[in-house]
């Protein structure tokens, strides 16, 4: 298996090999065993497929925000409220939330909201959040732990795709359980059947480590459920 050193989440898998595969061969598209199918969504039967295949493509579907605070994200000019600053530093922090969104959210609470502060901003206020963001993802890289994939199969790129210059990136969502197990698999951009079907079968043939958390620095880290979303390009 090809080893990953790297997170995963809403990063591309370029360090995988592609390997052209000619028609005959073994079927890279197929479900490892145990897992059940349907398009464009894969899962086990551990898993709890209502949560597992939730929209966590922005903060409002993940229900972080609601409509009216989604609608007034915003910020122009050199003058900006506390609270929609707040608003702004967690959007620059949708990737992050995406890997566990009412976990994620209950430590920003805890610990990010009084370390930024909620007054009023006044000057750049762009590169204030900015800046924001960067201090919110250090303090929650001490009491959260994102999933890694630490090892994954080689993708097979079909020799009839390649010689038609079929290409793209294929998008995946794909839940882990407390083990770093994959349980379902969701295709979030979708470039051919053929080939989302070999990229989500690499998926569920990964290991990764768990998400972990604490809610004090004198807590034990606990392994717990989440997200790993990432990226299987397909290039000629």
């Not at 079927?27 to 551990?46: C, K, L, S, V, Y």
């Not at 409002?60 to 003058?79: P, T």
């Amino acid at each position: 298996m090809h080893r990953l050193s790297f997170y995963a989440i809403s990063t591309s898998l370029l360090a995988l090999m592609l390997l052209l595969t000619a028609c005959g061969e073994s079927d890279p598209t197929a479900p490892p065993d145990g897992w059940e199918t349907n398009g464009d969504r894969w899962w086990t039967a551990d898993a709890d497929t209502a949560e597992a295949f939730r929209d966590l493509s922005d903060l409002r579907a993940m229900g972080v925000f609601s409509e009216e605070e989604a609608a007034d994200l915003a910020i122009e000019g050199d003058q900006v409220g506390g609270e929609q600053f707040i608003r702004g530093v967690k959007q620059g922090l949708n990737d992050f939330y995406q890997s566990n969104p009412q976990v994620i959210d209950e430590l920003f609470e805890q610990y990010a909201r009084e370390e930024i502060g909620e007054e009023p901003r006044t000057g750049d206020v762009e590169e204030l959040v900015q800046e924001a963001v960067q201090e919110a993802r250090n303090l929650l890289d001490s009491y959260y732990q994102r999933p890694q994939v630490q090892e994954q199969e080689p993708i097979s790129y079909p020799r009839e795709l390649y010689d038609e210059g079929v290409t793209g990136t294929v998008e995946l969502q794909v839940r882990v359980n407390s083990a770093g197990e994959p349980v379902a698999i969701k295709v979030v951009e979708s470039v051919h059947p053929q080939l989302d079907a070999i990229a989500m079968r690499s998926a569920a043939l990964m290991r990764a480590s768990s998400p972990q958390v604490r809610y004090s620095e004198d807590d034990e880290w606990e392994d717990i459920e989440g997200w790993i979303h990432f990226s299987v390009p397909f290039q000629v």
